[in-house]
């Protein structure tokens, strides 16, 4: 909740920063979504690696199973999709360590204009 006594443009500031937060949180969810899915397919590829080329591979499509005739393709698909992932969470890390500066600088910037505005009102 916003004092009423704070200038409207901290609390644009305010809003701002709170914008920010939020899209931090986001970005902190969808890493940590993308980092299960990492794991996941690193370990698929580990039991792929681990079995011989005779042993029948099966493959989730929804609610549905299917024999996977070759299994290298698999294998392919799924580094290919292990490394799309890691491309997405080097992003993400990315967004998220720039948003996380503009919120320190937003903040800063808040706290000055704040006590700016408390000296002008002790002032006058």
Avoid: C, F, H, W
């Avoid at 299994?71 to 992932?85: A, F, V």
């Avoid at 503009?102 to 408390?118: M, P, S, T, V």
């Amino acid at each position: 909740m916003v004092e009423p006594n704070i200038s409207s443009y901290l609390q644009n500031q305010l809003k701002q920063a709170q914008e920010l937060e939020e899209n931090i949180e986001k970005i902190a969810t969808q890493r940590y979504q993308l980092d299960l899915s990492l794991k996941e397919i690193e370990k698929t590829l580990q039991e792929l690696n681990k079995i011989d080329d005779k042993t029948p591979v099966y493959r989730s499509i929804g609610s549905i199973l299917y024999k996977v005739d070759d299994k290298k393709k698999l294998i392919d698909e799924l580094e290919e999709q292990l490394e799309l992932t890691k491309i997405r969470i080097n992003t993400l890390d990315k967004q998220q360590k720039s948003l996380e500066e503009k919120y320190k600088e937003l903040q800063a910037a808040i706290r000055e204009r704040y006590n700016q505005d408390n000296k002008k009102g002790a002032v006058s």
